[in-house]
């Protein structure tokens, strides 16, 4: 069989680092007084914060004092427990009751929570949390770290990937907050949390995704504009085609367009189709 790499430790920018676990990705920046972390990702292998508390290790001596959440579902979230001797848990207000309604011993709650920017200061450094807002009860968050010139955007902002299923949220919100990304907010470096087909993309990677969501509507209104009914799978076909040149080498385009196509409808027809 072929060789497969299973975990890998990456640096983003000097004093922030990356480390894997098959397709889910940590992040942590190390300052002179201790260590922000954003993820546990100990779901689908819960020995997964135990390595990346050893990859901390292998680069520095200082606690990690921050862990923070990206979102509360559970691939990303569990597991912070390893940490909880130094740490404290960061979170948007959202995450914290389905968090606690897991009652997982391993996962802390968010004993600091925010639902506006919030700035997290360690020895020296800033690292900027925003809600990423994307409906009213989205929990995801984008960090920011502007020294090292780095964004996370957990799931919204995976290279070449389609968004997940029926979408994270309102698909007007993400198209507006992927042009924040790309007007205000200052990055070489944007981190998914996955890592299929790379750890790590650039603005030009939020401008795809948000292009993505543009093309989709256009071709959902040309699909309708030839009389074809929403959420059909004739819908979905003519889509596909008109989309296919484009995107269908992205991964996931077979698996996630229909349910794209009834994602963006549903959203727009003021429902919640995705507990994410
Ligand atoms: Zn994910």
């Known amino acids: 069989m072929p060789t497969e790499s299973l975990a890998e430790l990456v640096r983003f920018a000097p004093d922030a680092y990356g480390v894997r676990w098959v397709n889910h990705v940590a992040l942590f920046i190390v300052t002179d007084a201790g260590v922000i972390l954003v993820d546990a990702n100990g779901q689908v292998n819960p020995r997964t914060p135990a390595l990346i508390k050893e990859a901390i290790r292998s680069v520095t001596t200082q606690p990690v004092k921050y862990v923070v959440y990206s979102h509360s579902a559970f691939d990303h979230s569990t597991g912070g427990a390893v940490f909880a001797d130094t740490a404290r848990f960061v979170g948007h207000k959202n995450a914290v009751d389905r968090i606690k309604a897991a009652n997982d011993p391993t996962t802390p709650a968010p004993d600091i929570v ?14 900027d949390l925003y809600p990423a807002d994307l409906s009213a009860t989205d929990d995801y968050i984008v960090v920011h770290y502007p020294a090292g010139r780095l964004a996370m955007f957990v799931d919204l902002v995976q290279p070449r990937n389609l968004p997940f299923r029926t979408l994270l949220g309102h698909p007007e919100r993400i198209v507006e907050r992927f042009q924040w990304l790309e007007e205000k907010l200052d990055f070489d470096v944007i981190v998914s949390g996955h890592a299929s087909p790379q750890m790590s ?8 995704q948000r292009v993505y969501y543009r093309d989709l509507s256009d071709a959902i209104a040309a699909a309708r504009a030839a009389g074809l009914a929403d959420g059909s799978p004739e819908m979905a076909t003519l889509a596909g085609s008109i989309l296919h040149a484009k995107y269908g080498a992205w991964r996931r385009f077979d698996e996630f367009l229909a349910l794209n196509i009834q994602g963006m409808i549903a959203w727009r027809a003021g429902k919640s189709p995705s507990a994410h």
Request: net charge neutral; proline share 0%.
């Open 201 to 208: 993309g650039t603005k030009q990677d939020v401008v795809e």
């Open 114 to 127: 925010f639902d506006k920017k919030m700035t997290l200061e360690l020895g020296g450094r800033s690292v």
